[in-house]
């Protein structure tokens, strides 16, 4: 019996002997990688968010004084400036060329051709949580500032005055009429947006190439915080004057409101 179990251990201690190299030889060596670490100009790449904007707008004006002097009928505005997209904002200031109204005024008695210029600036937010460049567009609240300095001269004959000069019907018309309008509005307003995402900074073509960054749509209202008028014209006598005209000039405030809806295409370089 202790010859059985001698012959046993000692037959364990050779398989365990020959078995030791075996598992030493197919043993993979292990090693420890060191963590990867992202380079600072991959994680914070600048973006290309400055753009050049061009808008068109549609305007409505409603302003009158306490007398027959007003500001009323449609007018288009078109601006060229700059501005800037973030992700969830942005701003864009503009130069102005201001056309109209072209519409009947002091009773419809002479049409007014209207002509000037003026200045534009416009601040908005997304009210989602979405990026404002999302594919999916984008939507929220903005507020412009606007001054504007306009000038209407009348075009044509009165469109009262009749075919005898010595028409009693042809008293107290006005001829020669000239109106200058300046106005400071604020304007809050919803605005619609479909931008593309933004591009990085860098020197490869298509980076360096000027694309359509995307349109901004706005609808509001512009309330004028300052509003005034000078006007100038001829006013014929009746006919014991012999229509003598007279050298009038009136000025003063004015009141009420326009509507605003503007298309802002926005250029990438």
């Known amino acids: 019996m202790k010859n059985k179990l001698k012959v046993f251990f000692i037959g364990l201690l050779v398989l365990c002997m020959t078995s030791v190299p075996a598992l030493s030889q197919s043993a993979a060596p292990l090693v420890i990688e060191p963590p990867k670490i992202e380079s600072d100009s991959s994680k914070n790449q600048e973006m290309k968010n400055s753009v050049v904007s061009i808008a068109i707008d549609g305007i409505r004006y409603i302003l009158k004084a306490d ?3 007003e500001l009323v009928g449609n007018g ?6 700059g501005g800037y997209i973030a992700k969830s904002w942005y701003m864009n200031g503009m130069l102005d060329i201001l056309l109209g109204p072209y519409e009947p005024t002091r009773d419809k008695q002479l049409n007014v051709d209207y002509v000037g210029t003026g200045l534009s600036y416009w601040w908005g937010t997304s009210a989602q949580t ?8 984008s939507y929220g609240f903005a507020v412009g500032l606007n001054y504007a300095d306009v000038v209407g001269r009348s075009v044509g004959r009165n ?3 009749t075919t005898n000069p010595a028409d009693p019907e042809n008293s107290n018309l006005i001829d020669n009429y000239i109106m200058r309008v300046t106005s400071f509005s604020v304007t809050p307003a919803l605005f619609f947006a479909w931008l593309k995402g933004a591009r990085p900074k860098g ?12 349109y901004v749509m706005t609808v509001g209202v512009a309330i004028p915080l300052l509003a005034s ?3 100038h014209y001829d006013k014929r006598g009746d006919v014991t004057e012999q229509f003598e005209p007279k050298k009038i000039s009136e000025k003063g405030p004015l009141k009420g409101y326009s509507l605003l809806v503007s298309l802002n295409a926005f250029l990438g370089f």
């Open 67 to 69: 007398n027959d002097n």
């Open 76 to 81: 288009v505005k078109i601006g060229l400036g």
């Open 130 to 137: 979405l990026d404002l460049r999302s594919s999916e567009g």
């Open 159 to 161: 469109r009262k005055e």
């Open 203 to 214: 020197n490869t073509p298509d980076l360096l190439a000027t694309r359509l960054e995307g």
């Open 229 to 231: 008028y000078q006007a």
